[in-house]
């Protein structure tokens, strides 16, 4: 019989004087547990612990919901937070932890062995949640409801709920996790039959820094190990009970066998309440371990089976943003500017990225995360989505964005960067049609420079231009031409475009280049050796020259000459 059921619920501690006997009369590993049980709150029987989202009935003792609304364990059985696990059972491959073996070890053996029947666990079953409605006193609350079944009833059950982070990795061999510091181990009694119960939290320290948890809680033990605080849980934090009444196989969701009264035991903790998973704080349990205790044992030294539950109990995910750019790498080197809100989450920031770069967030898992984006000048918001689906995209508001316990969202934006394109044509005034070999200067914004040459149909065309104001102006001719404007044409680029796009859509400019001719007036003598001549042409266009043509003695030479024009040349002669 443990102190609690001696002294009868909500009586006052013993004394000292009844200590200092228990010590002389039992071993260490009894007297915890009456330490454990004699501070403990035993917990009254209540509908629901406050907050629970789904309303869960942890302490009817039994799986049917008894009220409509709420919710109970065969209701909830195709949740993804609802865990069942099968357990060996009356069998000597049962798992144990290694008789005899303290729990103040980082990495408890687990041996096989045959376990007493009343504390052999048939089936451990777990549902937890978080409470995300904010006008609720619980927002943020993330709950926790276990049920155990025995192979024979134990209506004063006892056993330990390990709820273990992994931050010291896996224990060699094994699947378990490695005992870190803030891991917490939950001890439940059932007692008086199992319509009282009492809880107490420990909490895995490392080293002696902790003044709440200064040494072990068995006290010949040194840091690895329980601390000495053992924290009792009030009603508003905790409940639970054993079946009082058979259940029938019909009404067993969990293992689907029938039940004798004392057989099944269920509890519900609110984890914030308790302060394992404080308000406000996001954490992480991927690890429950699940021992039975011998009913009335210290919970440090006694336990019998072992059901290792690999399931993530949290209250957050992860929020990552993507940027995404076309092209890509982006050669602009543009930052985006993202702004990211959450009402239930308070999550109120602004932050940037690059190309290929992302932000990644620990966010209480909700669904109405919005993230909107500041679209950059020459830029296009084309796609916005979330790889789970969720998030309906406005303008350049992603919202409605959902974020799983204990998993990742991630939101990719895709921008496009606006590039447009500069076609130009160069064309004969005289027969319109496109003049090959022509040099033009395209400046424009970010001092960009570049120089090109029509081709052979005339045009030139230079896209992957970034939206703004540029100006095109020709340098040179091609022969037999002569450039008619020299001056530079502006032109607007606001329009995504390629030169290969088919109808083009980009911007256009054109110019016109005048042929040009050449014209040549020779003298030389009849073959007296005596005559001379002169040669004078009122040319205004083109370049005259006096240089004797071969063969001739006298010549003027016109070159490049253009627009409709008329020539008049003087010959003198001199006989």
């Known amino acids: 019989m443990s102190v609690s059921d001696m002294r009868g619920a909500g009586a006052k501690p013993p004394g000292r004087g009844f200590l200092r006997f228990l010590r002389r009369r039992r071993t260490w590993s009894v007297l915890a547990a009456a330490v454990v049980l004699a501070i403990g709150i035993a917990v009254p029987a209540m509908a629901v612990l406050s907050g629970s989202p789904s309303k869960f009935e942890a302490n009817d003792g039994n799986m049917v ?29 049962d798992d144990s932890f290694k008789s005899g073996q303290k729990q103040d070890t980082t990495c408890p053996v687990i041996n096989t062995n045959k376990n007493p029947p009343k504390d052999d666990f048939t089936d ?34 006892s056993e330990n709920v390990e709820l273990n982070q992994g931050l010291n990795g896996t224990c060699t061999g094994t699947t378990l996790l490695a005992r870190s510091k803030g891991d917490k181990l939950i001890a439940i009694d059932y007692t008086t039959g199992g319509t009282t119960v009492t809880f107490h939290v420990l909490t895995w320290i490392v080293d002696n820094s902790d003044p709440a948890n200064a040494s072990c809680f068995v006290k010949t033990d040194s840091p690895p190990c329980w601390g000495v605080n053992s924290q009792s849980l009030a009603a508003n934090a905790a409940e639970g009970l ?33 302060g394992i998973i404080p308000a406000n704080s996001c954490e992480s349990f991927p690890q429950t371990v699940w021992e039975s205790r011998s009913s009335g044992s210290s919970f440090v030294s006694s336990t019998e089976d072992v059901s290792v539950e690999h399931h993530t109990i949290a209250n957050c995910g992860t929020l990552v943003v993507k940027k995404v750019t076309d092209p890509s790498p982006d050669p602009t080197g543009t930052s985006f500017s993202f702004h990211k809100t959450s009402s239930q989450d308070s999550v109120d920031r602004t932050f940037s990225l690059k190309n290929g770069g992302s932000d990644s967030e620990t966010v209480f898992a909700t669904n109405d995360f919005s993230v909107a984006e500041t679209v950059p000048a020459n830029w296009n918001l084309t796609s916005a989505t979330c790889d789970n689906g969720s998030g309906t995209l406005s303008g350049s508001t992603l919202s409605g964005i959902t974020v799983d316990i204990g998993k990742t969202t991630t939101c990719t934006f895709n921008d496009k960067l606006q590039l447009g394109a500069i076609k130009i044509t160069k064309t004969n005034s005289k027969t319109g049609n496109g003049v090959a070999g022509a040099k033009f200067l395209i400046t424009g914004p970010g001092n960009y420079s570049n120089s090109v040459t029509s081709g052979s149909d005339g045009t030139v065309c230079v896209d992957g231009l970034t939206f703004g104001a540029y100006s095109v102006s020709e340098t040179s001719a091609p022969t037999g031409y002569v450039v008619d404007d020299t001056s530079a044409h502006p ?19 054109s110019f016109s ?24 042409c009122d040319n205004t266009t083109g370049t005259g020259s006096d240089t004797p043509a071969p063969g001739w003695d006298t010549s003027h030479t016109v070159t490049g000459v253009h627009a409709p024009t008329t020539i008049h040349c003087t010959i003198t002669i001199d006989p």
Do not use: M
């Open 65 to 93: 919901v008894d009220t409509a609304g709420n919710s109970d364990w065969n209701s909830v059985t195709g949740s993804p937070n609802y865990v069942h696990l099968t357990d060996v059972s009356n069998s000597t491959a």
């Open 124 to 157: 451990v079953a777990s549902f937890n949640e978080t409470n995300f409605d904010p006008a609720s006193p619980q927002f943020h609350h993330t709950f926790l409801d276990g049920a155990t079944i025995r192979f024979t009833a134990n209506g004063s059950a």
């Open 242 to 274: 054993t079946n009082q009444a058979a259940i029938a196989a019909a009404d067993n969701g969990i293992s689907g066998a029938a039940l004798v009264v004392g057989q099944f035991a269920e509890f519900g903790v609110d984890l914030t309440a308790a």
């Open 491 to 509: 032109v607007t680029v606001n329009t995504n475009a390629k030169c290969s796009d088919s109808p083009y859509g980009g911007a256009s400019t």
């Open 513 to 536: 280049d005048t042929p040009t001719s050449d014209i040549q007036v020779n003298f030389r003598d009849g073959g007296s050796g005596t005559t001379t001549g002169t040669i004078t």
